[in-house]
C-alpha cells in the first residue's frame, strides 16, 4: 500500500518546525535501547517532512517507525524549537489508519473494545471482594492494567485505603479506551457512556485512579466531558494519598520512577515525592527524574507491539536504580511497575513496587511485629 497523508497537512507548520539539530537523541528511550536514529524523533521528523515534500509516500514499510513511539514525550522536553513529538504521531497515526496502514496489534486493540469491555479481552474478574457500584464518597478506578495484569498493586491500594478508613467504592468499570486516541483510533463511545453512568450512580464527590493514563483521559479526552459535568474531583492516587500519614518508616535506600503518564504529561511530580519522603528518609532521586525522567517503554502500545524494545527501555532504566544503589524502586503507574519488574534482570536485586504496596508491606511489618508483642 502505497499512499499520501491526506490530512496531516493542518500539521505541516509543526513537522517543519523541526530543524533537525538532534537535541532531542538523547531523551528517547527508543534511540538509547536501538540506537537507530530512524526511531527517535528527529527521524521520525524528517521522515514526516519527506512525505509532506512528496519525496517519500507513506508506505506499510514506515509503520515500524511512526508506530514504535511510547509518546513519553521526552523529546518534546528537550525540544528547543518546540515540536510537539506525540501531538504530530497521533494526527499521523488517525490518517495512517483511516488509509488501512497499521501495525496489527494497534488494530487488534481496538476490534478487542468491540467485543470486550478490557483491553486484554479478560473474562469478568472478582473486584477483590469489595464494594462495587455502592454509594460512596469516592470511586476507586483501577484500570486494565490494575485489574488484569498488576492486581497486587491494585489489591494494595485497596488495602491502604481500608487502613485509612476512607468510603470508597470500585465500579463495574470498562476500559477508558483512552490509549485508542495514541494508536489512531477513536475512544469508544459506548465504553465512555458505561463509566459515566456508573460513577454518576455511586454519587461520588472525587474519582481516584490507580493507573494515570486513565486519569489523563478522564480529565483531557472530549468524549469525557460529561464525566468532567459531574463536577467531582478527579485525582491520582498519589494525589490523595498526600494527605495521609502513615505510622511506617523504613530505613531502606529507596527511589522514585517518575512515570510519564503522571510526570511529563499531567505534571504531578511532588504528590508521589511527598509521601514517599514521609516513609523513606533515605530516598534517594534518580540522575534522570521529574521532566528529565527515563521512560519505562511500555507506553504508546508499544509494550504490545514491540515488547523486546519494550523491554529493552525499561533495562536502561533499570540501570539508572543500580547507579545509586536502591534497594527499593517505587513508581505511580501500573503499567511502569509491569514493565520494569518484567525487565529486571537476576543480579538486580532492589525490588519494584507502587507507593501503596510498599506502605501496604511496611503496614505488615509493623502487624506482625505487634502481633509479636502481644500477650
Ligand atoms: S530537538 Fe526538536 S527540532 Fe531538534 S531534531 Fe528533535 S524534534 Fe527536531
Ligand atoms: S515521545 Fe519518547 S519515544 Fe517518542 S520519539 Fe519522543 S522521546 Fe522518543
Known amino acids: 500500500m502505497v499512499e499520501k497523508l491526506p490530512g496531516s497537512r493542518d500539521f505541516y507548520d509543526r513537522i517543519i518546525r523541526c530543524n533537525n539539530c538532534g537535541f532531542c537523541e538523547a531523551a528517547c528511550p527508543i534511540f538509547k535501547a536501538t540506537r537507530r536514529s530512524a526511531l527517535n524523533a528527529r527521524g521520525k521528523m524528517i521522515i514526516l517532512q519527506d512525505i509532506l515534500a512528496d519525496r517519500q509516500a507513506i508506505c506499510d514499510e514506515l509503520i515500524e517507525t511512526l508506530f514504535q513511539c511510547t509518546f513519553c514525550s521526552g523529546c518534546t522536553t528537550q525540544c528547543p524549537a518546540g515540536v510537539n513529538v506525540p501531538e504530530i504521531l497521533r494526527a499521523v497515526r488517525k490518517d495512517m489508519v483511516n488509509i488501512g496502514t497499521c501495525h496489527a496489534a494497534f488494530k487488534g486493540m481496538d476490534q478487542v473494545l468491540d467485543k470486550h469491555p478490557n483491553i486484554y479481552a479478560a ?11 455502592q454509594k460512596a464518597e469516592i470511586v476507586f478506578f483501577m484500570g486494565c492494567v490494575g485489574q488484569y495484569r498488576e492486581e497486587d498493586a491494585v489489591e ?35 465504553l465512555v ?40 474531583e ?41 509521601t514517599i519522603k514521609k516513609i523513606a528518609p533515605n530516598f534517594v532521586e534518580l540522575p534522570n527524574r521529574r521532566a528529565n525522567s527515563l521512560c519505562c517503554g511500555a507506553g504508546g502500545g508499544v509494550r504490545g507491539a514491540y515488547p523486546r524494545n519494550s523491554l529493552s527501555m525499561a533495562r536502561q532504566r533499570l540501570k539508572e536504580v543500580e547507579e545509586v544503589g536502591a534497594d527499593i524502586l517505587l513508581t505511580e503507574c501500573h503499567s511502569c511497575v509491569h514493565n520494569l519488574s518484567n525487565a529486571r534482570l537476576r543480579r538486580q536485586k532492589f525490588e519494584i513496587y507502587t507507593t501503596s504496596q510498599f506502605i501496604r508491606r511496611l503496614l505488615e511489618g509493623q502487624a506482625l511485629v505487634a502481633a509479636n508483642k502481644a500477650p
Open 123 to 133: 473474562g469478568e474478574r472478582e473486584r477483590f471482594g469489595r464494594k462495587v457500584n
Open 156 to 190: 494494595a491500594a485497596l488495602d491502604v485505603m481500608d487502613h485509612l478508613r476512607v468510603d470508597y467504592t470500585l465500579i463495574e468499570e470498562v476500559c477508558c479506551s483512552g490509549v485508542l486516541e495514541d494508536i489512531g483510533f477513536a475512544i469508544h463511545d459506548d
Open 193 to 232: 457512556r458505561k463509566n459515566v453512568a456508573l460513577v454518576r450512580s455511586t454519587g461520588a464527590k472525587a474519582l481516584v485512579t490507580g493507573c494515570p493514563y486513565c486519569l489523563r483521559t478522564f480529565k483531557h479526552r472530549a468524549p469525557y466531558q460529561p464525566l468532567r459535568d459531574l463536577g467531582l
Open 234 to 274: 478527579l485525582l491520582h492516587i498519589s494525589q490523595f494519598l498526600t494527605q495521609f500519614d502513615f505510622p511506617v518508616q523504613t530505613h531502606l535506600k529507596v527511589t522514585y520512577h517518575d512515570p510519564c503518564d503522571l510526570a511529563r504529561h499531567a505534571g504531578i511530580y511532588e504528590a508521589p515525592r511527598q
